[in-house]
C-alpha cells in the first residue's frame, strides 16, 4: 500500500501474544470487572465479593499511574481468586440463562483473560524503575 509521499506501509498482523500483553498493559478490564462485580452483589450487598472492587479499581489506577507491570501482577492474582471463589458457587441450570447468569457469566470470562493477559505481562514484563535503576 502506498500513501502519498510513495513510501509503501505494511500492514503488520498482531499475533495472539501481541494480543495478551495489549489486554493485560490495558486499565480497561480491571475496571469493567470492578463494575461488573458490583452490579452484582451491590443489591442485596454482599460484603466479601463487594471487597474485590476496591482492588481492581486500585489496579487500574496503578495501571494509568504507569505501574503497568505491577498493576497486571495484582490483576492477574486477583481475577484469579475471584474465579476460584466465583466458580464454587453453584447454580441451578435457569438461572443462567438470566440477566443475573448472563452478568456472572461475563464477569468469570473476563476473570479468565485477566489471568491469562495479566499474568503474561507481569511474567514477561520489567518491573518500574526504584532509585534510578532498572529491576529485572
Known sequence: MANNTG????????????YAKLW?????????????????YARPPQFLPLSFAPVFLFSA???????ETEAAGLNAAWSGLYFILARRRKQPLMQKWGTRGIVRGATLGLCAANVLGSGF????????????????
Open 7 to 18: 513510501k509503501v506501509e505494511q500492514e503488520v498482523k498482531t499475533s495472539a501474544i501481541g
Open 61 to 67: 489506577y496503578m495501571n494509568v499511574y504507569g505501574y
Open 24 to 40: 493485560g498493559e490495558s486499565a480497561l478490564p480491571p475496571m469493567t470487572l470492578a463494575t461488573l462485580i458490583t452490579a452484582q
Open 121 to 136: 505481562v507481569y511474567a514477561t514484563g520489567r518491573k518500574s524503575k526504584t532509585d534510578g535503576e532498572s529491576v529485572v
